[in-house]
């Protein structure tokens, strides 16, 4: 998970370590399970290890991208992505969305196990599995949906999908975000947020808890981003809004490429009004490929005509601190297809 890219990028580097650092002696254990080739001492699909990474890492792509001289059109976020790409639209300081990230962390951890489903579906074939255990999560694309639930109820689920001739996938998950189960954490980490001072968007910054374009009045709302533990994510729906307006070129600034697949089943996409750049590898791969999908995207950003720093993209070849001492503890965008909204997972 983009591990090929750290202390090999420098802007990354420096912008994992911050996150990082934010997160105080934890930061350091995370950055170890990261980082380790051997057993974690916390499974990174473990909710303490998941969270903290997707967050740091998805606003050091973002942080490398933005070095590049690339200025987004737009930002778009699937699940915790939101809260990165509210921290680039200078919604929330980098320090007080770790300490949400933190808090979310915290309180999710004290409710029961569950867990996640993907399911080629639709919203509405999903109804007769739906209850008060199993919610939709999310709506990733027409044929494409997502339920969570306390771990029972959501075996059950699963195991009726499959009967009835569902594809479904299940997805490393330790807590039931997006689902009623996780109440009682919206309403803790709500007290929490009250504290945090939020701004209005200085960027387009689509939400996929309303599947549109993200009103002032929700960006200073503590409850509006405590809810997001519970609410349906309504990607499809915000990204329908966003390649509506203008054509644009999306990269994803997260790991894998699972963003990237829901936007290359959208219409505007596959008739080619609209294209999508992944920054990191669909898989697991060698420290190699994740340098190599990096410049790939970069070349896509470049050939679409935009006027790139070619001496920091070229850091990803020429800079290096692997000899130094071991570092201390210490979102989407979119443009016109110019570069586009920088999907964040």
């Known amino acids: 998970m983009a591990r090929g890219l750290y202390r090999r990028e420098p802007v990354f580097t420096a912008a994992v370590d911050a996150a990082l650092a934010h997160m105080g002696e934890e930061g350091q254990r995370i950055r170890e399970d990261w980082l380790t080739t051997g057993r974690p001492r916390v499974p990174v699909d473990d909710v303490r290890r998941a969270q903290p990474l997707l967050f740091a890492i998805d606003y050091a792509l973002g942080r490398m991208v933005l070095g590049w001289g690339v200025r987004p059109v737009a930002l778009l976020g699937h699940s915790a992505g939101e809260l990165v790409a509210a921290v680039v639209a200078g919604v929330v300081s980098l320090s007080d969305a770790v300490a949400m990230v933190m808090t979310r962390v915290r309180e999710a951890v004290r409710i029961p196990a569950g867990g996640m489903l993907a399911v080629a579906a639709s919203e509405t074939q999903m109804a007769p599995y739906l209850n008060a255990d199993v919610a939709v999560a ?10 969570a639930g306390a771990a029972e109820p959501l075996a059950a689920a699963e195991a009726r ?31 929490d947020y009250r504290g945090i001072p939020f701004r209005e968007p200085a960027l387009p ?3 996929g808890y309303t599947g549109a374009l993200m009103r002032p009045e929700d960006a200073l709302s ?8 519970t609410d349906t994510v309504h990607f499809r729906a915000a990204l329908e809004e966003l390649v509506a307006i203008e054509d644009v070129l999306l990269i994803e600034a997260g790991p894998r490429q699972t963003l990237t697949a829901f936007a290359r089943r959208h ?13 990191l590898p669909a898989r697991g791969g060698t420290a190699e490929a994740d340098r190599q999908s990096v410049l790939a995207a970069a070349a896509r950003i470049w050939t679409e005509g935009h006027d790139l720093d070619m001496d920091a993209v070229s850091r990803l070849w020429t800079w290096s601190d692997e000899e130094d001492a071991a570092p201390s503890a210490g979102a989407g965008a979119a443009a016109r297809r110019e570069p586009a909204p920088a999907l964040r997972s």
Do not use: C, K
Not at 177 to 188: K, R, W
Not at 222 to 229: D, L, Y
């Open 161 to 191: 999908l499959r009967a009835d001739g569902f594809t479904v996938v299940t997805v490393p998950a330790t807590s039931p975000f997006h689902s009623p189960a996780m109440a009682p954490a919206s309403d803790a980490v709500e007290a």
């Open 205 to 207: 910054l689509y939400s």
């Open 222 to 229: 503590p409850r509006f981003w405590a809810r997001q533990i």
């Open 138 to 147: 999310a709506v990733n694309a027409a044929q494409q949906v997502m339920l």
């Open 267 to 279: 219409r505007a996409v596959r008739l080619g009004a609209s294209a999508v750049s992944p920054l």
